[in-house]
């Protein structure tokens, strides 16, 4: 089964200053796709940016980035120019690739980001 | 567009009762899931179904059952509600194949007393 890990329950950036979100996964898979979501305190799950396996070259989303590593199965998401309204709950996920709707996403346990004016 | 709509947002029980949490989505998706968030544990799957007619258990069913009424609706019942129940419960829905995203409803504050 696959494992999504966030070593970092908190983090806690600067006002326009970046911060790193770690993630790491084991998969046995060599196809699948991973997730970066947002959690406000208003709960709802919003999608930040996604990354499938097959492409090497690294996801950007405006001022969302990822780094990739596939082979140390590695997937932080790096917050340029951190706003007040990035203050939420991250979560990476995983999911496998399409096979005919049995795929699920799993998550790691998040991490809060907290962001300082 | 509605997307994932979950009733109700917020529910107390008392230990012993029995609800059902109700999620429909209008995007014709195939696949619906139902995820319970407690703190310091992310997301865990309760049950999915990947298409009509079809559930599967997910990480932690013990305690659930699901019912894929049609296509657009997908609910969770608590038979005997149990303080251990006390979670946020988030439905969420996708087309189920040509790499699309999940989209998740709300979620349900539910509390077992």
Redesign the interface.
Known sequence: AQT?T?SQ?EMSVQEAETVTLSCTYDTSESDY?L?WYKQPP????I?VI?Q?AYKQQNATENRFSVNFQKAAKSFSLKISDSQLGDAAMY?CAYRSA?Q???????????TKLTVNP | NAGVTQTPKFQVLKTGQSMTLQCAQDMNHNSMYWYRQDPGMGLRLIYYSASEGTTDKGEVPNGYNVSRLNKREFSLRLESAAPSQTSVYFCASRLGRLNTEAFFGQGTRLTVV
Not at chain 1, 42 to 45: G, K, L
Not at chain 1, 100 to 110: A, P, T
Request: glycine share 16%; proline share 4%.
């Open positions: 999504v966030q329950p796709y997730f208003s709960r709802q799950m999608l996604r499938e979560f399409d005919g709707g049995s795929e699920k996403l799993v998550f790691g346990k998040g």
